[in-house]
């Protein structure tokens, strides 16, 4: 009997042939424009898979990436869909021409936030999928039967959508990637072109390995 | 093939059973006359050894479980409208032959294409309860005749070699006619069209040379025309009242099939439905939906139709619904060679229809700032059909964290030493200022009711976090997080 790599090996061989659309590797979905976040996901995120990325208050970047996603999709020409769980938002703060690719639903809560998610998930018109639920209470949010993540999974599974769930704390049971912010901005970082912060910003990788993503990334 | 007719068999039944969702599959028949007299008229498949003729108490006594229903007259004008509908999407010179019956002129009309429609048509009709049989040929009678044979369409080249194998009682000879006939042992039309008109016309009269020319299918007559819909509307009542969305929604898409057809015959989309609810106490529920994309699907509209009823309560039971839609030229529109359009334009629109629908129209959307320098003033609009090319970067590009707001801003109190704010106090954070950059001070509309004068400020808490704060004449808040 095999033993060891040749053992994974196989076990791997046969799982892709009895599954071959849930071990499919998924292209690379669109990069965010922070260095960091992209060099820890492999080149960006990933298509078709849910991303988690935590930022706990005060810890700071995570409107950040979403300006360099929102920048670098519009670049691209594709559509990005921002479901606002707590309608956070602001439009003003970033470049107008950057807005014109996205769809912003402003929820007022988790309930809103999940169906909205889960409608944009499915439909195969966006490059990316941003579920922003940052600025809800981090208790009701644990309170989400781990099903409703499942179920958003399995949604991005089927599609091409990049899904990045921004939260408050670490939220997504079995999610293959997760990132943390781990430091708070400082004034002194208000005077810096944007680019600069984005490339400056720290970003942990909480789950994953750097190989993995480049693997899943394709 | 100049003609068409589209027929229904048992269109009484039909028209009942379209209209009841607790009759589908069920042996269900129709009965005239009351109590012992009550006789069936029309009988489903389901009512095994039920036929027309039969008493309405042996009907019971045959087929245990069978229902008996009297005909529904206002079932059978909706299935009417249906089947004309249907028709004017052939051709627009369409005669209402008779109740579950329609004759349309189709001449100068493509007859590959015409074809190609009534099959479509056919299978469109059953998908709605209205299994339509459609017969063409170059006579209305003939197209009758071919009608009452087609599966569900049959086209009639050679008239003599169809019309010659049909019994004679295809020609609905009068009882003395068929009488004789018999006695020359004539069974068929081709056997009654062997002999000279003339010689049966001497023999039978005015009457039987009628016959003669009903049997060659040559009768012509000139069509009464009926005008098409202007008006897309349809109204209907429940009794009793129902307080489900369930029988809501069969009905509903009951008549938006016919809407649909209607709008397509007519050459147009709909590009506004206006659904009102009638209620028991007398009130009643109205709304308007603009479709995301104008157009005659009844899947489209019943989804979003669906995602408003499911989100409806009402004060009382629904005593009526009223569905109109509102007529619009198709869209036309050309894509440009490099656009990046969507992949699936229907899944588009109907999910921004059903966001709208989850947490209101006003709350999805493209943003895009207002001209003005006050804070978080923009618009959301209707998200473009294709991503335009991006526009060369600003001269200026953005500095700084971006911020994130809270809506609305927190209440705040800040101690302000030097008249810059020291210490912060509110629900989102609160601590030592240990660095504040500001103020920013910003006004406008200062010549109407609606001025506004705003002074920002950003600070660094001690134990982190960046934070805007706004000072009005209604004091301080916290705007948002700088993130």
Known sequence: MPRGPATLAALRSLLAARFPEKTRRTGGGPAT???????????????????????????????????????????????????DGADGFAPDAVP??????????????????????????????????????????????????????????????????????????????AVPRRLALPAPLTLADGRAPRADLAAALAVELERGTAAAAEELAG | MNYAVLWVRDFALHAL??????????????????????????????????????????????????????????????????LLAAAFTLAPRVEFTGPGCCTVDLQGADPARTEAGMRLRAAELARAGLPARIGAAATPLLAAYAARGAE??????????????????????????????????????????????AE???????????????????????????????????????????????????????????????LRAAGAVAEKLTLRLFLEDETEHGREFRLPEPGAEVDLWLRVLLAHLETVRTGARVTGVRLAA??????????GLFDTGLRDPAAFWENLARLGALVGDDRVGTPAPRDTHRPDAFALGKPAETVPAPEPPPVHPPRGPVLRRFRPPWPARVVCAAERPVQLDSEPACGAVRAAAGPWRSSGDWWKPEGWTVETWHVELAGGGLYQLARTADGWSVEGMLD
């Open chain 1, 33 to 83: 424009g922070v260095a960091a976040v992209d060099e820890a996901l492999g080149g960006g995120l990933p298509a078709g898979r849910l991303t988690e990325l935590v930022a706990a208050p005060p810890a700071g970047g995570a409107q950040l990436v979403l300006a360099g996603l929102l920048a670098a999709t519009r670049g691209a020409r594709q559509r990005l869909a921002l479901v």
């Open chain 1, 96 to 173: 107008a021409d950057h807005l014109r690719h996205l769809v912003w639903v402003r929820c007022r809560g988790a309930e809103e936030a999940f169906a909205a998610g889960d409608l944009l998930v499915r439909d195969g018109n966006y490059a990316a999928v941003v579920l922003d639920l940052r600025g809800l209470a981090a208790r009701a949010l644990r309170r989400r039967p781990a099903t409703a993540w499942y179920r958003l999974q399995r949604a991005a599974e089927g599609g091409a959508a990049a899904v990045l769930v921004l939260t408050p704390v670490a939220l997504v049971p």
């Open chain 2, 17 to 82: 059973r379209r209209s009841d969702p607790a009759l589908a599959g069920r042996p269900v028949a129709l009965i005239a006359g009351e109590g012992r007299r009550a006789v069936v008229t029309e009988a489903a498949p389901e009512a095994a050894g039920v036929a027309p003729g039969l008493a309405a108490t042996l009907a019971m006594a045959r087929c245990p479980g069978i229902v008996l229903r009297p005909r529904d007259p206002d079932a059978e004008v909706e299935a009417n409208r249906l």
């Open chain 2, 152 to 197: 569900p369409v049959r086209l009639v080249a050679d008239a003599h070699a169809f019309l010659a194998p049909l019994p004679l009682a295809v020609a609905e000879p009068a009882p003395a006619q068929a009488e004789i006939l018999r006695g020359w042992g004539i069974r068929t039309l081709g056997q009654l069209t062997a002999l000279p008109k």
């Open chain 2, 200 to 262: 049966v016309g001497r023999r039978l009269g005015t009457d039987g040379a009628a016959l003669w020319e009903r049997a060659a299918g040559e009768a012509i007559r000139v069509l009464r025309l009926v005008a098409p819909p202007t008006t897309f509307i349809a109204e209907w009542d429940y009794d009793p009242p129902v307080e489900s969305v369930e029988p809501l929604l069969f009905r509903l898409r009951r008549y938006a099939e016919r809407l649909a057809l209607e």
């Open chain 2, 326 to 335: 509102t007529p619009a030229r198709p869209p036309q529109k050309q894509d």
